[in-house]
């Protein structure tokens, strides 16, 4: 936890924050390689970089145990994310673990993966009962737009590893913010979308999240908290952490943003006994519900 996310927490404990009830498990995420990635955006909601990681990564053994409950919980989707999962040594076989369950997606920044990983993908998929997505991090339709966010040289990385995954008839998700885009004429969506077309991707698909602003944009916009007031006739079904759990380092945590972040943490033992109401009391939190954002592919 950095200054910041400790210093709010320290003001949550003296409030009261709304709570989200609890309805089903759709979706159980993994913070694999806790905040260790080979890139270090500026953007990054938790702050994860290649030099002294906060946070973890998480040991397989203990994955596999979650996967085994999950299922028996009914869960219906798996998510890999970080950090960068391809520094995991034990990703792809995770990957399959997880495969032998439900569908399972894995977010990237893409430049890990060369032709022989994209090969390893492509059978990894074709010999799962479900179907494994892959998540591609863009946040810019141009090299410029993008490595000022994402770091010299990231776009044709991740540009050449979509490539590589459309060839082979994976068809990842592009995943971008706008950070880097306001005021750059056409939205952000469209330019991508030409962007992939051009690149002989034949069929994009695209995803555009929000800004948090926490991590290393901690304290760019308001400080702003969800109230019983405001959600006062607000169906919070749509809020993603009434059917969604994160594991990270430390436990079991309401949603893949927050997780790592002990306010966020529901419990730290079996996933059957995390899976009661969350504290809406972090920033974020307000930003899921102002835009519906939600981690999941769509």
Same mark, same amino acid.
């Given at each position: 936890?950095n200054?910041? /996310?400790?210093a709010?927490a ?8 709304p #709570?989200?009830?609890? *309805?089903e498990?759709?979706?159980?995420w ?7 990635c080979? !890139? ?9 970089g290649?030099r ?12 596999r145990?979650y996967?085994?409950?999950?299922e028996?919980?009914g869960?219906?989707e @798996? ?6 999962? @391809?520094?995991h040594? /034990?990703?792809l076989?995770l $990957?399959?673990?997880a495969?032998a369950? #439900?569908?399972t ?10 032709d ?6 492509a059978a ?11 998540r591609?991090?863009l946040?810019?339709a ?14 044709? *990385? #991740? $540009? ?12 990842? +998700?592009?995943t #971008? ?6 005021? *750059?004429g056409?939205?952000l969506?469209?330019r991508l *979308? ?13 995803k555009? +999240?929000p +800004? @948090?602003?926490?991590?290393?944009l901690?304290?760019r ?9 405001l $959600?006062?006739?607000?169906?919070? &079904?749509?809020?993603?952490?009434t ?7 430390g436990?079991?945590?309401a949603?893949?943003?927050?997780a790592? !972040? ?8 079996r996933?059957?006994? &995390?899976?009661g109401?969350?504290?809406l009391?972090?920033?974020a939190c307000?930003?899921?519900? /102002? ?5 999941a592919n @769509?």
């Amino acid at each position: 936890m950095n200054d910041n /996310e400790g210093a709010g927490a320290r003001r949550l404990a003296q409030t009261a924050a709304p #709570a989200a009830p609890f *309805r089903e498990l759709r979706s159980l995420w993994f913070q694999l390689t806790g905040t260790l990635c080979n !890139l270090a955006c500026r953007h990054c909601f938790n702050a994860s970089g290649p030099r002294h990681p906060w946070l973890p990564g998480l040991d397989a053994t203990g994955i596999r145990r979650y996967i085994e409950e999950a299922e028996q919980l009914g869960v219906r989707e @798996f998510y890999f994310t970080g950090g960068e999962p @391809f520094l995991h040594p /034990e990703l792809l076989d995770l $990957l399959a673990d997880a495969l032998a369950v #439900a569908p399972t997606t894995v977010l990237t920044n893409g430049t890990l993966i060369d032709d022989g990983m994209a090969d390893r993908l492509a059978a990894l998929a074709a010999a799962a009962a479900y179907s494994l997505e892959i998540r591609v991090s863009l946040d810019g339709a141009t090299a410029d737009e993008n490595d000022a966010v994402r770091g010299h040289g990231s776009f044709d *990385r #991740a $540009l050449a590893a979509i490539c590589r995954l459309s060839a082979r008839r994976l068809y990842p +998700i592009v995943t #971008a913010t706008e950070v880097a885009a306001a005021g *750059r004429g056409p939205g952000l969506y469209d330019r991508l *979308r030409r962007l992939l077309l051009e690149a002989g991707v034949d069929r994009p698909r695209i995803k555009i +999240i929000p +800004i @948090f602003a926490m991590g290393r944009l901690a304290g760019r916009e308001p400080d702003r908290r969800l109230t019983p007031e405001l $959600l006062d006739g607000y169906d919070t &079904a749509r809020l993603q952490c009434t059917e969604t759990r994160a594991i990270a380092d430390g436990g079991i945590y309401a949603c893949p943003i927050l997780a790592g !972040l002990r306010q966020a943490r529901v419990g730290t033992g079996r996933l059957a006994d &995390a899976l009661g109401p969350a504290s809406l009391d972090h920033a974020a939190c307000y930003t899921c519900f /102002e835009t519906g954002m939600s981690c999941a592919n @769509f």
